[in-house]
Structures are given as structure tokens and as C-alpha cells.
């Protein structure tokens, strides 16, 4: 069975690090587009970050860029979201999901295979 977990998320002071972690089992990751979503309360899901099969591509939507950078490692079936520099605004629910092929947006309708997230809290 295909199954996505998230873990590491927490609550942090703002300018604090955080890494998430989103491990796939069921299904090797080395043939999947891997993306970072968030969603806050009252708020869509939005887009946060997505990197191609190989991981030599990657998408950062503007409002983290130069904060986060997603990784992959494919020996450990893992991708990565380390996120710096984080702000009150970055509070949400962190989701990872996963759909076959070279690579894909940050439009969560292009991904079928999502986690059950995890909660990121940014506050003093």
C-alpha cells in the first residue's frame, strides 16, 4: 500500500529552523514527482516547494524562497523540506504528496498521493 508520512514538524520561535521529513513506503520514490504543500486554518492548501524525480529541478513558491530548500534522497525512499528563517506566517499544517513522473507544479490538483501532514507552529 502506498503511504506517505510526514514528521518533523513543531512549534519554533520566528527566525528559528525546522526540517521535515516525508518518507514514502509501499513504493519506491525514484519515479515520483515529489511536492511540499501547507494549509492554514481558513486558508487553501497552497503550494510550497516540489522537486523532480531525480531531483535535479525544483520549485519554490515566492513566498519561502531563499528560507527553504527541499531535498531528496532516493537510497532512503526520503524527501526533505528544511525551512530557515521562519516567520508566524509559515504556520500551517505541512503536507508532502507524490505523483509519477519527471515533475510536476505546485498545484496540489497534479499530485494523487498525499500524507496526513504535520504541524508546523511559528510563535513567540
Known amino acids: 500500500q502506498l503511504q506517505l508520512v510526514e514528521s518533523g514538524g513543531g512549534l519554533v520561535q520566528p527566525g528559528g529552523s525546522l526540517r521535515l521529513s516525508c518518507v514514502a513506503s509501499?513504493?519506491?520514490?525514484?519515479?515520483?514527482?515529489i511536492g511540499w504543500f501547507r494549509q492554514a486554518p481558513g486558508k487553501e492548501r497552497e503550494g510550497v516547494s516540489s522537486?523532480?524525480?531525480?531531483?535535479?529541478?525544483?520549485n519554490y513558491a515566492d513566498s519561502v524562497k531563499g528560507r527553504f530548500t527541499i531535498s531528496r534522497d532516493n537510497a532512503k525512499n526520503t524527501v526533505y523540506l528544511q525551512m530557515n528563517s521562519l516567520k508566524p506566517e509559515d504556520t500551517a499544517v505541512y503536507y508532502c504528496a507524490a505523483e509519477p513522473g519527471y515533475i510536476r507544479s505546485l498545484a496540489p490538483e497534479e499530485y494523487d498521493y498525499w500524507g496526513q501532514g504535520t504541524q508546523v507552529t511559528v510563535s513567540s
Open positions: 522537486i523532480s524525480s531525480s531531483g535535479g529541478h525544483t
Open positions: 509501499g513504493f519506491t520514490l525514484d519515479y515520483y514527482a
